[in-house]
Every structure is written in structure tokens, then in C-alpha cells.
């Protein structure tokens, strides 16, 4: 309780002690305190009527102290009224929740490859790596592109700087994961059955918003007697199922490839509106038409098999491929206007995912 306080330095020690105990109280009822300490017949206005047993010529001191302590609770109470305390509790809470380190996750592009290698491996497929930088032969001649075939220019491609090899010509940055289809047929000594998955970082000449320098792809091959576009078609619908969620179907439209034959461009039916373009009364507001083109497919060339010592007359393939950052931002239900924005290392953004 408030002692006696016929001088300064036994004022000055009542406030201390205060001080004290208001540090040790136990700060659950905010009114409580209010009243206690600045309330009518709280400590503060006890201890403002002992300053006439103060000598005068210290009063003014002995006032201000007085002045300075009742701020300074006031704004203590207030901030716990406010849930917060100013001061580092020495006393530490062993039931409240703790801090959560900030443990971070893979990029999303990783995320997106590995859950694309789990889909295909899980039906037979073997997940393979291919050079990123190659030569001419694999990513375009072997494909039945010869050196002044016109269909090159589709792909803006990065040479390198080295002497051209005999047969194997320029070396190159991979335009597409097209350039381990003849490479997977010499692995397995031209003898089927071939069931690929090559996914692998590609190289094109464009910067802009819907393209990066960089980018991944993926690309399936499957070389077997009797493959047809069914199974082709079959394949598509397992992914989309998988990878979008059930009910999501796949469409094939006639396009042209030089390494396929026929060839297609393949759409996916858009899992926001499934597929029926419309939200409501109004279009879907993210695929507009009920689909969204992914990337391109066929059945492999019979050029493309006998590059790879393979018998077209005796065997037949399919072969699909496309983007990795666009099938997976499809997913996440995502129009990204700026594709950089995924190689950017912006957090905010990564943390999304
Ligand atoms: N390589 C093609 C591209 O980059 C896609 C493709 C792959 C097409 C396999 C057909 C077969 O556009």
C-alpha cells in the first residue's frame, strides 16, 4: 500500500515500488487495473493527496514524478486494452501458439514437373533427360526438317558459336523437347517398346509477355506395333483427367507438323466452365470458349522412326508435346498476363503456390 511520504526520496521509492507491482500484476482485467491504479480512489490520486506532506520547495519535483508515472500507466493499461504490451514480457506465455518458420517450397515449376513425371510414370512411362544444348540434327533434321526446310523459322532458335559437326551440323539450344524423340529410339538400340517422358528446359529467340527466353516443356513418345491415334487420344484424357480433375476431356484439331503425320494441335476442356464456355448467362470469364489450346501432337513420322533405325512399316507412334509454366498456370486456375512474372523471384508472388 501507499506509504507514508514526508519527503521526496520516500516518494520517489512508493513509486518504484508501484511501478513494481503494477509490472507483476496480473494484467487480465483492463478495467480492473484502470480503476485500481487512475481511478477516484486509485494509488495515483492517494499519492497526489500525500503531496502536502511533501516540503514545499520540492513539491513541484515530487508533482511532475507523479504526472510522469500516471502517463505512464495510463498508456500501459490503454495498450493492454489494445491486446499489446510495449514492454518485452520477461515473463514468457508456454501456451501461447508459436512462431512458424518460414520454411519456403519448391518453385512452382518444379512442383508443376513433378507432378507431370508422377502422372506419366505411373502408366508406364519413363522419365528421361536429354541435352539442353544439342545439335541441329537431333532438335530439327532428324525431325524431317532438312537444313533449308522453310518449317525451321516456327522455332526462333539460339546457335552456339563452335565448329559444325559432320552430319550432326550447328549445335543449338533446345528450341523444344522434340530433340529427344530420334535420341530415345537410339537409346533403346531402335527397338520399341519406347514410352517416353522428356521434360527438359527449351531456348527460343522471344521475350515478351507471353514468353521467356526460357521455358519448359514436355513431351511424350510412345513407339509400339499397333499404336494409334486413339491411344494418342487416350493418353490426353488421362492427363487432363489427372492433372485438372475429373470430367476434364481433351480435344484434337488438325494442324501441321513436320514430325508428325497427321498432326494436331490439342485443347483442354476448361475445368472453371467444364467446357461449356459460359458462367451463368455470361461467357466464362477465363477460357471464353469452353477451351484452351496446350500444345501440339501427332503420329510420330515414318521419317522421324526410320532416323531412329526404327521400321515404319512394322512399328507406329504418337508423340505429344507443350509448355510446362502454361499447363500448369492453366491449372491454378490463372490467366498470368505477364508469364515473366514466374521467373522473376518475386516472393509475393512465388509464395502463392
Ligand atoms: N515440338 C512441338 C512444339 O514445340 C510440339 C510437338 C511435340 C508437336 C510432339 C507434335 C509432337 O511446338
Known amino acids: 500500500m501507499v506509504q507514508n511520504t514526508k519527503s521526496l526520496p520516500a516518494l520517489k521509492k512508493t513509486i518504484t515500488d508501484l511501478k513494481q507491482q503494477f509490472d507483476i500484476e496480473p494484467k487480465t482485467d483492463v478495467e480492473n487495473l484502470q480503476n485500481k491504479y487512475l481511478g477516484k480512489r486509485g494509488f495515483i490520486n492517494d499519492l497526489m493527496k500525500s503531496l502536502k506532506d511533501v516540503p514545499r520547495e520540492m513539491r513541484p519535483v515530487a508533482g511532475q514524478l507523479l504526472n510522469e508515472l500516471k502517463e505512464n500507466l495510463d498508456h500501459q493499461i490503454k495498450l493492454l486494452g489494445k491486446g499489446l504490451s510495449e514492454k518485452t514480457p520477461n515473463k514468457i506465455d508456454l501456451t501461447l ?55 525451321r523459322d516456327e522455332w526462333e532458335t539460339f546457335f552456339i558459336e563452335v565448329p559444325e559437326a559432320e552430319k550432326m551440323g550447328k549445335m543449338v539450344l533446345t528450341t523444344h523437347t522434340s530433340n529427344g524423340q530420334v535420341r530415345e529410339m537410339e537409346r533403346l538400340n531402335s527397338k520399341p517398346p519406347i514410352r517416353m517422358i522428356n521434360i527438359a528446359r527449351c531456348y527460343r529467340r522471344q521475350q515478351d509477355a507471353t514468353h521467356t527466353q ?19 487420344k487416350g493418353t490426353l ?36 466452365c467444364h467446357g461449356t464456355g459460359k458462367k451463368g448467362r455470361s461467357k466464362c470469364k477465363f ?10 501432337a501427332g503420329m510420330v513420322h515414318p521419317n522421324v522412326l526410320k532416323a531412329g533405325g526404327i521400321d515404319p512399316d512394322e512399328y507406329t507412334g504418337f508423340a505429344f508435346g507443350w509448355g510446362v509454366e502454361r499447363t500448369y498456370t492453366l491449372k491454378e486456375g490463372l490467366n498470368i498476363d505477364d508469364i515473366r512474372l514466374i521467373y522473376s523471384g518475386d516472393l509475393k508472388f512465388l509464395e502463392q503456390f
Open 214 to 232: 526460357m521455358f519448359h516443356q514436355f513431351e511424350g513418345l510412345v513407339v509400339d506395333k499397333g499404336i494409334n491415334i486413339q491411344h494418342l
Open 287 to 296: 477460357c471464353k470458349s469452353g477451351w484452351h489450346e496446350v500444345g501440339g
Open 237 to 272: 484424357d488421362h492427363f487432363a483427367q489427372q492433372f485438372y480433375g475429373p470430367g476434364t476431356k481433351s480435344r484434337i484439331r488438325p494442324f501441321h507438323f513436320q514430325f508428325t503425320e497427321p498432326s494436331f494441335e490439342v485443347d483442354f476442356s476448361c475445368h472453371i
Open 97 to 151: 501458439p508459436g512462431l512458424k518458420p518460414n520454411a519456403g517450397h519448391t518453385h512452382p515449376v518444379s512442383q508443376a514437373i513433378e507432378e507431370i513425371t508422377h502422372i506419366f510414370e505411373k502408366i508406364g512411362f519413363t522419365r528421361v533427360r536429354y541435352p539442353e544444348v544439342d545439335w541441329d540434327y537431333y532438335v530439327f533434321e532428324s525431325l524431317n526438317m532438312p537444313l533449308d526446310h522453310p518449317a
